[in-house]
């Protein structure tokens, strides 16, 4: 057989009409058996299912590429955030048509019913957006968008394929931190969360001599300037600059455990992110270190243009390890690594007080010499269970049990708080506006 034949008869589609039609028509030919006085009935019937067909056939297979279609999206989707997706459906012929669009999302979404139904005009393209929110960072996959186009008695459909193959990158959520930024322009970043935290005491970077306006603290009026100009003038500080930020992240087992479908490492790879860029907005220089069982990667910190793109790529590649993280080794990394105090935020987590006092050597010694925060996890379901109402004995025990975790989650971080060590137990849906607030407390406080 030709290709031709061959092409024609792939693209050839018939409605559920039709296959109704030909079961009323098979079952009249049956009964004109017993009932020989309706089979010309059942004849005509016939020819003008057989005409419709023709027609319909005749109409959607006059032309080639009746319609085109395309698929367009951002080069990188970003992971845990919705990506928006618009599919471009142009009619190339002289009538009005209906389509069926079947999308072939990539395995990793699990979803089958990307379908869409348009009605568009000749001449005219149908523009039709849908979003993705994927949970795992990663090339995804796309196949093809399969356009079924239906004749005008809605008997016969042609189907078109375009865009097999196309794939994208999966990143950490460049667009939540992109949504931080825009708020940030707008004055507007209360609505995530972040604090207006005020200013204790001054940094030691003395910037200039202003005059003085309305608000400014008095202890900064410089009396000798004043005098010179017979005008209140004003000491001016800034935050100090090029202080080092590294987000430490733990890709041990303990940060597989999912959240709303993305692991905690997910979680803390996109605040390291969202982190890194309001650390280099601030002036600060950013850097990441990872490690499990083993040293991971790091990067040392900077301040230059290219280095939220290096963070960008390294955190795209970070995969959960399923061994015990070596909290030794990390400390031996940061001692030779880092020769300037810094600020650690390491991400982790801790389930149990016994687990944490076996770190707890380890944070100390990170601790002397640099200024460390335990960022960790509180267990959703647990709290969930605590509000529930218990109405049986099981529902006792579990509630009992579910208190003791919770209770040693604030247990670990009294333990940290008494020898020193800054700590933030959070929800994983408000790690990255707890760790920014702590942060930006931080520089107000002048503790780095």
Not at 35 to 54: E, N, Q, R, S
Not at 92 to 107: Q, R
Not at 190 to 200: A, D, M, S, W, Y
Not at 320 to 326: A, G, I, K, Q, V
Request: charged share 25%.
């Amino acid at each position: 057989m030709s290709a031709a034949p061959v092409s024609f008869l792939r693209s050839l589609y018939f409605t559920r009409f039709f296959y109704y039609a030909i079961s009323a028509v098979v079952g009249l030919f049956v009964l004109g058996f017993f009932l020989p006085a309706i089979l010309f009935v059942v004849k005509i019937f016939f020819g003008v299912l057989v005409l419709f067909v023709l027609i319909d056939m005749a109409t959607v297979f006059q032309r080639k590429n009746g319609v085109v279609a395309s698929r367009s999206m951002q080069e990188k989707l970003s992971n845990g955030s919705e990506n928006p997706v618009y599919i471009y459906l142009e009619n190339h012929y002289p009538f009005d048509i209906s389509a069926e669009v079947m999308e072939e999302l990539p395995f990793q979404f699990q979803k089958r019913d990307a379908t869409f139904r348009v009605r568009v005009p000749k001449d005219e393209t149908k523009v039709i957006e849908y979003s993705l929110r994927p949970t795992q960072r990663g090339v995804y996959s796309f196949g093809a968008i399969n356009v079924l186009v239906t004749g005008p008695f809605q008997v016969v459909k042609k189907r078109y394929k375009f865009g097999q193959g196309q794939l994208v990158p999966v990143y950490p959520s460049f667009i939540q931190m992109r949504q931080y930024e825009l708020l940030a322009a707008s004055q507007k970043l209360t609505e995530l969360g972040i604090k207006r935290i005020r200013r204790v005491g001054h940094s030691s970077e003395f910037e200039q001599i202003r005059n003085y306006v309305a608000g400014d603290d008095q202890r900064t009026i410089n009396w000798k300037a004043t005098a010179r100009r017979v005008d209140l003038m004003v000491n001016h500080y800034q935050e100090e600059k090029s202080q080092q930020v590294y987000c430490v992240i733990d890709k041990g087992r303990v940060m597989e455990m999912p959240f709303a479908e993305l692991s905690l490492l997910d979680y803390a790879i996109n605040a390291s992110l969202v982190l890194s860029n309001v650390a280099l907005k601030k002036e600060d220089k950013a850097g990441i270190i990872t490690f499990s069982e083993t040293l991971g990667s790091v990067l040392p910190a900077e301040r230059r243009s290219s280095q939220l793109q290096k963070i960008l790529e390294l955190l795209y590649n970070q995969k959960t390890r399923f061994l015990e993280s070596d909290f030794e080794r990390l400390y031996v990394t940061v001692r030779s690594k880092i020769k300037q105090r810094s600020l650690l935020l390491l991400f982790t987590n801790f389930e149990t007080l016994n687990g944490a006092q076996r770190q707890l050597p380890y944070l100390r010694k990170l601790a002397k010499h640099h200024l460390l925060l335990v960022v960790f996890f509180e267990n959703t379901e647990t709290r969930e269970l605590l509000d529930k109402p218990a109405d049986s004995l099981e529902a006792i025990c579990l509630k009992a049990i579910a208190e003791k975790f919770a209770f040693e989650k604030r247990q670990i971080v009294k333990e940290f708080s008494r020898h020193g060590i800054q700590s933030i137990l959070t929800p994983p849906e408000k790690l990255t506006v707890n760790a920014i607030n702590k942060y930006l407390e931080f520089k107000a406080r002048g503790m780095l």
